[in-house]
């Protein structure tokens, strides 16, 4: 079973920054797989943040266009989120999933896909 592990996060005021990390289990490569963060805050509906495909290709969800940096490290088997300029609206728990392809959906990625426990980020204004 392939397991996705998250690590980085943190609390930090607005204006700041953070890396948070995804790593993988023995076996399974992050850079033959689309992989991806979303973001997860109580009370709040879980969403897309961003994703990186096997192909290199990235996208961001509307919020965090300009602020945030999916990349990754084959060499290390991880991917990365890293973000800038960061806001107490980002605040929440970010999983990592991964998979042949990601769904906009929370959800469906649960089912679809690997998921990972996640990492808390809280930001202060």
């Known amino acids: 079973q392939v397991r996705l592990m998250e690590s980085g996060g943190g609390s930090v005021q607005a204006g700041g920054t953070l890396r948070v990390s995804c790593t993988a289990s023995?076996?399974?490569?992050?850079?033959?797989?689309?992989t991806g963060w979303y973001r997860q805050a109580s009370g709040k509906e879980c969403v897309f943040v961003s994703l990186?495909?096997?192909?290199?290709?990235?996208e961001y969800g509307d919020s965090v266009k300009g602020r945030f940096a999916i990349s990754r490290d084959r060499t290390k088997n991880t991917v990365y989120l890293q973000m800038n300029n960061l806001k107490p609206e980002d605040t929440g728990t970010y999983h990592c999933?991964?998979?042949?392809?990601?769904?906009?959906?929370?959800?469906?990625?649960?089912?679809?896909?690997?998921w990972g426990q996640g990492t808390q980020v809280t930001v202060s204004s």
């Open positions: 023995s076996g399974y490569f992050l850079h033959t797989h689309a």
């Open positions: 999933t991964s998979g042949g392809s990601l769904w906009r959906s929370c959800e469906l990625n649960k089912k679809e896909n690997n």
């Open positions: 990186i495909n096997a192909d290199g290709s990235t």
